[in-house]
Structure formats: C-alpha cells, structure tokens
C-alpha cells in the first residue's frame, strides 16, 4: 500500500488491499484457534481489550509513522503467535501422544450444528456490508473523529470499553452474551435513523453511531466463533475462517457498493442519503429476526453432552479442541 501511494497506482492499490485483507483474515483465524483452547471468559476479556489497542494505536501515530506502525504491527503479531503456538504444542505434547494410544470408537456420529453457525456467518457478512457502504460514503463538513483516526477507530474504543464495562457489572451473576446482541442491534438501528435524518448536518457523527453498534456485534461474533469451536466440536479454523473470510467478504462489498455506485448517485443527486438509510434499516431489521433470532444464538450457546463428543483424530485436532487453563 506505501508503494502504490507512492507511485500513485490505483492498480496496485487495488492488489495491495487485496493481499492485505487475505494476510489479515488468515492471521485473524490463526489467532481465533488461540481462542477455544482457554476459557470462555477468555474470549470475553481479550477481544475488547486487542480492540482497544488496536484503535488507540491507530489513533495516536502520526502520519509519518504510520506506514512503519502497519507494518510492524502483523510481524509483531505473527510471532506472537508462533511463541504461543509452540508453547502450547509443548505443553499439549505428551497428552497427544497419550491420545493418539487410545482406541477410537467405532460407528459414532457427530451431530451437525451448520444451521445456526451458518446463519451467524451470514449475518455478520450481511451487518459488514451495511456498515462498510456508510464508510465509503463521502464526509461532508468538519469531522470531530479525524484527530483520533476516523469514525471507525474510534468505535473500536468506544465498543472495547462498553464490553469491558458489560462483562465487568455482570462479572457476579450469569454472564448472559445475548444481551450484547440485543445492544448491537437497536445501536445500528439507531445509527441507520440518525443517517436518514441528520446525515447532511452531522455525517461523521452519524456513521460512528452505526459503526458502534456494528463494532459491537464484531466482537460478539468473536466470541460466539469461539464458542462454536469449543461447544460443538467443530475445527476451529472451519469457524473462525468461514466466519472471518465472509465479514471480510461483506466488508469488501460494503466498500465497493459504497464507493462505485452509492457515492456518486449521491453527488448527482439521483438518490439520497435516507434513502440508502432505509433500505439498510429494513435489510438489518430482515437479517435480525429472520436470519438471526435470538433462538439461533441460543442453539449456538448450548453445551454439546460430553457422550456426544467423540476423541480427537489426530494430534493437530487434539490442539486446537482441546482448551488449556490459563
């Protein structure tokens, strides 16, 4: 991406964040598997907290730096997760040869869950698209997010604290992580309302209202992948990675709808800005209770019964299903 704004080369921008998205969703899995082998609260603890230092990061460099801090940042992350990968297989080593000893059962079956994790991926490509055609829109008037990196790194903040503060008040009684998917959606309503009607006089602010409630869902989703992994048997790199490569996939979307057809329409005043709001609003409003039901996450969050759970196969499953206690 520094090569091509140097050169000024839309085509090589274009391959640039091509390649950029894949790197990022295949680190994303990798990371994702790290996941299901702690605790739950795991999960709930580290996924806002990476939000809010990656949002703060990309807030406070400067401009010349940037490129450098972009690029450091991946580096720093793969070998992170190469150390934490080879810790763990250290640790796991003699449990997987223990395992890999014992006699497999034979004629045992392994109940299918693809429904519901199949509708949680669809919707959070779905929810990607809706809030990446906002971002691609043009900005008009002053932008109060600007100095602190743009409307979308600071909901990561925003999203990481509320998390924080949610799982924190709740921390003495049954965690509920539903109640983070009933918040997630009257926000990106909210935000798609506050886009249809106050978009020409406050543009920034609007879109950090959607992106809040988007964000919000994001890490919900990390969570909920991560509890696929661990309740239902599935590979962790099947969840994480068809659930990461989709949002990117609607991300990707967003962005291209957004940027090539949405904002020139608007210029040309051939559409308009609510109406793009309300059409987003009645696509969240289908995806959220036709799709996405609060019963489909329930099925999601139930415990598979341990006579359901067959021994792993081979050492690398063995890895990645089962969790090692902080």
Known sequence: MTAAACFHSTSLMTVALM????????????????????????????????????????AVIST?????????????????????????????????????QEEEPQNQTQPTHGEPTMRLIFSAAAF????????????????????????????????????????????????????????????????????????????????????????????LSWVLFSGIAQ???QSAYRAFGMGIGCTFAGMAGGYAVGQFAIAPSLQNGSI??????????TFLAITAFLVLPESALGMLLQKKAKDDTPPPRSPMRLLLRKPVMP
């Open 128 to 219: 990607a698209f809706l809030v990446r055609i906002f971002d691609a829109m043009p900005v008009t008037g002053n932008d109060p997010f600007a100095p602190l990196g743009g409307s979308a790194t600071f909901s990561l903040v925003v999203v990481g604290v509320l998390f924080i503060a949610i799982v924190g008040i709740l921390r003495k009684k049954h965690f509920d992580i539903l109640l983070v998917y009933r918040l997630s959606l009257p926000l990106m309503a909210f935000g798609l309302t506050v886009v249809a009607l106050f978009y020409d006089q406050h543009a920034a602010v609007s879109i950090a209202r959607v992106c809040i409630g988007y964000e919000l869902f994001d890490l």
């Open 272 to 281: 308009e800005t609510a109406g793009v709001a309300i059409i987003a609003t």
């Open 231 to 233: 309740r239902k048997g």
């Open 64 to 100: 010349e730096l940037s490129a450098f801090v972009l690029i450091v940042m991946p580096v720093a992350s793969l070998c992170l997760l190469a150390l934490e990968t080879t810790r763990e297989f250290a640790t796991l080593h003699p449990r997987i040869q223990a395992a890999c």
């Open 19 to 58: 390649a950029g998205g894949a790197g990022a969703a295949l680190l994303q899995a990798a990371w994702g598997t790290c996941f299901t082998r702690h605790d739950p609260k795991f999960a709930l603890a580290c996924t806002p907290t990476a939000a809010i230092v990656t949002g703060t990061t990309l």
